[in-house]
């Protein structure tokens, strides 16, 4: 892997890291390219890597019965992309789709979870990171959601 200011290292989403525990980490990623238009995972699949957004976005979105896929949050440069390799079953919670092209750091999730297993406070420290994604989602996926389905009216009625 080459060293890049703005790779998973620099000072970005992993800035937070213990720079000792951060390049353990980095040393891990793998430089991927997502072409445009690109479904990169499907509800449901197995969740076994995960990204760092370097450019580009990505759509996550949820698959709502009889409607088609519904875009519940977009992910840009230095956001996480994937949180479900982390907790079991493993499978992704949402779908992604690329919305342009899409320069990434790519991690193998068994290998991260490997090493946070042999160095608990980058687990801890990863764990923390990824708990403040999730956090993040779901607020974002209700807002949403209730856009989409919410009451269409505001204020109160007379």
Same mark, same amino acid.
């Given at each position: 892997?080459?060293?890049?200011?703005?790779?998973?290292?620099?000072?970005?989403?992993?800035?937070?890291?213990?720079?000792?525990?951060?390049? *353990?980490?980095?040393?891990? +990623?793998?430089? !991927?390219?997502? $072409? &445009?238009?690109? %479904?990169?995972?499907? #509800?449901?699949?197995? @969740?076994?890597?995960?990204?760092?957004? *370097?450019?580009?976005?990505? +759509?996550?979105? !949820?698959?709502? $019965? &009889?409607?088609? %896929?519904?875009?519940? #949050?977009?992910?840009? @440069?230095?956001?996480?992309?994937?949180?479900?390799?982390?907790?079991?079953?493993?499978?992704?919670?949402?779908?992604?789709?690329? %919305?342009?092209?899409?320069?990434?750091?790519?991690?193998?999730?068994?290998?991260?979870?490997?090493?946070?297993?042999?160095?608990?406070?980058?687990?801890?420290?990863?764990?923390?990171?990824?708990?403040?994604?999730?956090?993040?989602?779901?607020?974002?996926?209700?807002?949403?959601?209730?856009?989409?389905?919410?009451?269409?009216?505001?204020?109160?009625?007379?």
């Amino acid at each position: 892997m080459t060293t890049d200011p703005d790779g998973p290292g620099g000072e970005g989403l992993l800035a937070g890291l213990p720079a000792e525990e951060r390049e *353990r980490l980095t040393a891990l +990623a793998r430089e !991927v390219v997502l $072409p &445009g238009a690109t %479904r990169v995972f499907e #509800e449901g699949e197995e @969740a076994d890597r995960f990204w760092i957004i *370097r450019s580009g976005t990505v +759509a996550l979105d !949820v698959q709502v $019965p &009889g409607r088609g %896929r519904a875009v519940v #949050e977009t992910i840009g @440069a230095g956001g996480l992309l994937g949180w479900s390799w982390l907790c079991p079953p493993r499978q992704w919670h949402l779908g992604a789709e690329s %919305r342009e092209p899409v320069h990434a750091w790519e991690f193998d999730a068994a290998a991260v979870r490997a090493l946070c297993a042999e160095r608990p406070a980058l687990g801890l420290a990863l764990v923390t990171l990824v708990a403040a994604t999730i956090g993040e989602r779901l607020r974002a996926t209700r807002t949403r959601l209730l856009d989409l389905y919410g009451p269409q009216e505001s204020g109160p009625r007379p």
